[in-house]
């Protein structure tokens, strides 16, 4: 079992910035490719960043590209995302999640591989 608990959301305005956090515990965190996806109320689940087991590789969603920069600390144990230059259209419940991988360059981009997901965390931006 991995355990993920995600902080750092909260409420800003258009165009500032927020970093979020994600804390992984019971298993080798470098062993799991990570990402971090969100939920606005009415639409569905989407990645939002994704990166390898080792970090050299990562993939953003259009909608994001330029703003958002997702990283890990494997030796904290800690996924990160900074995100900048925030808008209306990023409000909404950000989770981070977690995929055991075998190649540690891989980043998986389909949902339905992750098994293990934090609780959420909420991002609202405020025009």
């Known amino acids: 079992q991995v355990h993920l608990v995600e902080s750092g959301g909260g409420l800003v305005q258009t165009g500032g910035s927020l970093r979020l956090s994600c804390a992984a515990s019971?298993?080798?965190?470098?062993?799991?490719?990570m990402g971090w996806f969100r939920q606005a109320p009415g639409k569905e689940r989407e990645l939002v960043a994704g990166i390898s087991r080792s970090g050299d590789s990562t993939r953003y969603a259009d909608s994001v590209k330029g703003r958002f920069t997702i990283s890990r600390d494997n030796a904290k144990n800690t996924l990160y995302l900074q995100m900048n230059r925030l808008n209306s259209e990023d409000t909404a419940v950000y989770y981070c999640?977690?995929?055991?991988?075998?190649?540690?360059?891989?980043?998986?981009?389909?949902?339905?591989?992750?098994?293990?997901w934090g609780q959420g965390t909420q991002v609202t931006v405020s025009s």
């Open positions: 999640a977690a995929t055991r991988t075998l190649d540690a360059g891989t980043v998986i981009t389909a949902t339905r591989l992750y098994g293990y």
């Open positions: 019971g298993r080798t965190f470098s062993n799991y490719g």
